[in-house]
């Protein structure tokens, strides 16, 4: 089996005035059944700095705009193995928060041609109602969905 491939990726929690994390729930090409609720985020490209790949992915995924200094400082960072469309990866993952204080709709126009039909919806929720989904990318989602909620409140 060969090598997974190294990738760098910044993700990013919005957190709105109710306390609750915007989500969206995926998946992989290679397993459509199984759906699962994970994070705004990927791949950081050339020239870009963690917190430029963050707000990128946040409006290509949702449509949503910020600029990268309304970003929290970093909170959270995980190294994971996933495969994704039948590719191996080492994922090198930092995450943000940020704190949204409108209700702009969200919308899948700007999302990567890969991504077009695997992003299924996206959706606000507490830490609480996450912990009761069934499909989490990792299981200790609701965790980290608590400390992007301290990491903004931190900034007030």
Known sequence: MSEPIRRTTARVLP????GEVLL?????????????????GG???????????AVR??????????????L???????????????????????VFALRLLTDAPVTFEHLAEEEIGNVL???WLTPRQAAE??????????D????AIAAVEALS
Do not use: K
């Not at 957190?15 to 109710?18: G, M, P, Y």
């Open 15 to 18: 957190v709105n005035r109710d």
């Open 24 to 40: 969206l729930l995926e998946r992989d090409p290679t397993r459509p059944a199984q759906p699962y609720w994970g994070t705004i």
């Open 43 to 53: 791949a950081v490209d050339a020239g870009e700095s963690l917190a430029e790949a």
């Open 57 to 70: 992915e946040l409006w290509e995924e949702t449509g949503l705009v910020a600029d990268p200094a309304d």
């Open 72 to 94: 929290t400082e970093p909170f959270h960072r995980r190294r994971t193995e996933f495969s994704w469309n039948g590719v191996a990866y080492l994922g090198d993952n930092t």
């Open 121 to 123: 919806d996206a959706r």
């Open 133 to 142: 989904e069934t499909w989490l990318v990792w299981p200790d989602l609701p």
């Open 144 to 147: 980290l969905m608590s400390d």
